[in-house]
């Protein structure tokens, strides 16, 4: 049974760069023809999907975050990274990772919640 | 991008009856090649991340109770709960996987009358 967990700071200040890992288990995340993505709640309102990298290294982002994304994989510790830089208070969510697969997002972390404030 | 927009925003369902949600895109996800519909349903329960309860439109994931049924092709779907029942309280959301950025319906409320 794959099972995804994130970790990470749950407060960032204005301006900073919001960090957060991905770690996977129950499963290689070099193995198979998965997407790895990450994707945002704020509270109380719907899904925003930030993006996503192939195990091989190669990524796709949402155009509407991606001046400020960075997703990298890190196969040595079956984990998986967002980085979100100049974050605002409307980048205030929880935050999920999830596996993707042909037919959609069958794995999802519990997600964290990541706060933009000073 | 593929604008997902989901109807109606909220119901409120008795027990034991029907519910529907509907689901336009704003273009075709249907793939040709395969004829698969890239869209699936989604289920979250406050405090949980989503969970997939359908894929390929109409497709049920493994351990999702039958009253789940998935419909429609091309931009028109529709997600039936036959008969609701109180664990079904939750918020839907559709989702299109045809084309990148991935995109999400705004979500359903299903509620008990």
């Known amino acids: 049974q794959v099972q995804l967990q994130e970790s990470g700071p749950g407060l960032v200040k204005p301006s900073q760069t919001l960090s957060l890992t991905c770690t996977v288990s129950g499963g290689s995340i070099s193995r198979g023809s998965y997407y790895w993505s990450w994707i945002r709640q704020p509270a109380g309102k719907g899904l925003e999907w930030i993006g996503r990298i192939y195990t091989s290294g190669s990524t796709n982002y949402n155009p509407s975050l991606k001046s400020r994304v960075t997703i990298s994989v890190d196969t040595s510790k079956n984990r998986f990274s967002l980085r979100l830089s100049s974050v605002t208070a409307a980048d205030t969510a929880v935050y999920f990772c999830a596996r993707e697969i042909s037919s959609g997002f069958d794995y999802w972390g519990q997600g964290t919640l990541v706060t933009v404030s000073s | 991008d593929i604008v997902m927009t989901q109807s109606p925003d909220s119901l409120a369902v008795s027990l034991g009856e029907r519910a529907t949600i509907n689901c336009k895109s704003s273009?075709?996800?249907?793939?040709?090649?395969?004829?698969?519909?890239?869209l699936a349903w989604y289920q979250q329960k406050p405090g949980e991340p989503p969970k997939m309860l359908i894929y390929?439109?109409?497709t049920r994931e493994s351990g999702v109770p039958d009253r789940f049924s998935g419909s429609g092709s091309g931009t028109d779907f529709t997600l039936t709960i036959s008969s609701l029942q109180a664990e079904d309280v939750a918020v839907y959301y559709c989702q299109q996987h045809y084309g990148t950025p991935r995109t999400f319906g705004q979500g359903t409320k299903v509620e008990i009358k």
């Open positions: 273009q075709t996800v249907l793939y040709s090649p395969n004829n698969k519909n890239y």
């Open positions: 390929w439109a109409s």
